[in-house]
């Protein structure tokens, strides 16, 4: 018998998270880019006035089945220096509801990486917003289209088919 000891098959959920490298981040990005453009793949923004905005400066996030991704810009607050980061993140269902996020690995970014995703994923929602703005002016707007398409082709108004009446003190005295 050996005189090492077998590794504990508890500790491994004591390890810290495992990290990928610039090559799987490009990977992944990549990935997430093209999801994001195709709209097959929809991105959050996190509400940054509910955050301490010393650290916190932009955060992201997209749910993926079970799973999550959140990418996100910090600001160390000791040194000043910029952070770039994207977590993986299991989402664990207690009685059918989310109980704890458990981040399964992650991978620091560089600016440029970043910013690349920053820039898909803004566009991607200025875009949606857009149209559920558009959407929502449509319907609103629906009854009044109508009403005017009414009255386009209806007959011109007359003295006999006016649908209005003038207030008395409005109407000129001879």
Avoid at 2 to 14: G, R
Avoid at 158 to 173: C, L, M, R
Wanted: charged residues 25%; negative net charge; proline residues 6%.
């Amino acid at each position: 018998m050996s005189d090492q000891a077998l590794p504990d098959q508890n500790t491994s959920s004591e390890l810290p998270p495992p990290i990928g490298d610039a090559e799987k981040a490009d990977k992944y990005l990549n990935t997430l880019i093209d999801l994001i453009t195709q709209d097959k793949l929809t991105v959050s923004h996190t509400d940054l006035s509910k955050f301490d905005p010393t650290s916190l400066q932009d955060h992201y996030s997209m749910a993926l089945k079970d799973y999550e991704i959140e990418v996100s810009h910090n600001k160390q607050p000791d040194t000043g220096q910029d952070s770039f980061v994207i977590l993986f993140n299991n989402l664990n269902h207690l009685n059918g509801q989310y109980g704890s996020k458990v981040i399964l690995a992650y991978i620091h970014l560089n600016e440029a990486q970043f910013q690349k995703f920053k820039t898909v994923s803004d566009d991607q929602i200025f875009r949606k917003k857009k149209e559920a703005e558009e959407k929502r002016f449509k319907e609103a707007m629906t009854p009044i289209d109508q009403a005017l398409e009414q009255l386009t082709q209806s007959a011109p108004l007359t003295e006999d088919n006016e649908t209005y009446d003038i207030p008395p003190a409005f109407v000129a005295t001879a």
